[in-house]
């Protein structure tokens, strides 16, 4: 059996929760299968316009992408 993988605007959401605890950024990176890399990058992406997550996450006709969101 396998997990479903996060959305990645949840996986922004915990990054950030996780930094706000105090947890590492290679902590991070390791419990959630990712470069450390990724990690700084996720976490710029975390103060996105509420709005715009929203979009993003629900994969609405005119939501932005990824891409759009760096």
Not at 22 to 38: N, T
């Given at each position: 059996?396998?997990?479903?993988?996060?959305?990645?605007a949840?996986?922004?959401?915990?990054?950030?929760?996780?930094?706000?605890?105090?947890?590492?950024?290679?902590?991070?990176?390791?419990?959630?299968?990712?470069?450390?890399?990724?990690?700084?990058?996720?976490?710029?992406?975390?103060?996105?316009?509420?709005?715009?997550?929203?979009?993003?996450?629900?994969?609405?006709?005119?939501?932005?992408?990824?891409?759009q969101?760096?």
């Amino acid at each position: 059996m396998q997990r479903e993988a996060m959305h990645p605007a949840d996986q922004f959401v915990a990054f950030a929760a996780l930094v706000k605890e105090g947890r590492p950024v290679e902590d991070i990176a390791a419990v959630f299968g990712v470069s450390p890399l990724v990690v700084p990058r996720r976490l710029k992406l975390a103060n996105v316009s509420p709005r715009l997550l929203a979009d993003y996450r629900n994969d609405s006709p005119d939501a932005p992408t990824l891409e759009q969101l760096n």
